[in-house]
């Protein structure tokens, strides 16, 4: 069974965490100095914070996949509409390991479809704090004018992918 997953960039992590606990009746199953988050049941949801970025508020949605034939499915899904997708195999983002698709919808927000592998021992490859290349990029609407890179909370799409 699929699970939905959120991901929301906050001012104030531990105020955060304190506010999403008493919200969700249950303390994260992940914490980190910078990254938050809950695998609920009830709701059945992959609920993410964190304070990587200066821009709050929800930096992306997505579905995440207990198997790879679900995550196939979904992949397939977008093909068949003919849709934009960006791949990435294997890859770290959000202290775990995942293979993925990346979508953006007509408004442009960005939507993950992802499968974890296993944890991490760092937020992602190419987010770290202070890291000097292959930033991640906003993804862009459909059909818009691309926009100069910012850094977002988790390993978007590159710019223009989708």
């Known amino acids: 069974m699929k699970r939905f997953h959120v991901h929301v960039s906050v001012a104030d992590l531990s105020a955060s ?3 999403y606990s008493a919200l969700f009746a249950a303390g994260p199953t992940v914490v980190r100095d910078d990254y938050a ?3 609920l049941d009830d709701p059945r949801v992959n609920f993410a914070i964190s304070n990587r970025t200066e821009k709050l508020g929800v930096d992306h949605l997505g579905i995440q996949a207990e198997t790879d034939a679900e995550l196939a499915e979904i992949e397939a899904r977008l093909a068949s509409a003919e849709l ?3 791949s990435q195999s294997e890859t770290n983002c959000c202290y775990a390991t995942s293979n993925k698709h990346w979508s953006v919808d007509p408004t442009g927000i960005a939507w993950e479809s992802f ?3 296993g944890n991490a021992p760092t937020y992602g490859e ?3 704090r202070g890291a000097e290349t292959a930033e991640c990029r906003v993804p862009v609407p459909l059909n818009a004018a691309p926009k100069p890179a910012a850094r977002t909370t988790c390993c978007a799409p590159q710019s223009g992918c989708c």
């Open 84 to 86: 934009p997708v960006q």
């Open 37 to 39: 988050k809950w695998a």
């Open 126 to 128: 190419s987010r770290d």
């Open 17 to 19: 965490i304190r506010y």
């Open 115 to 117: 499968h974890t592998l």
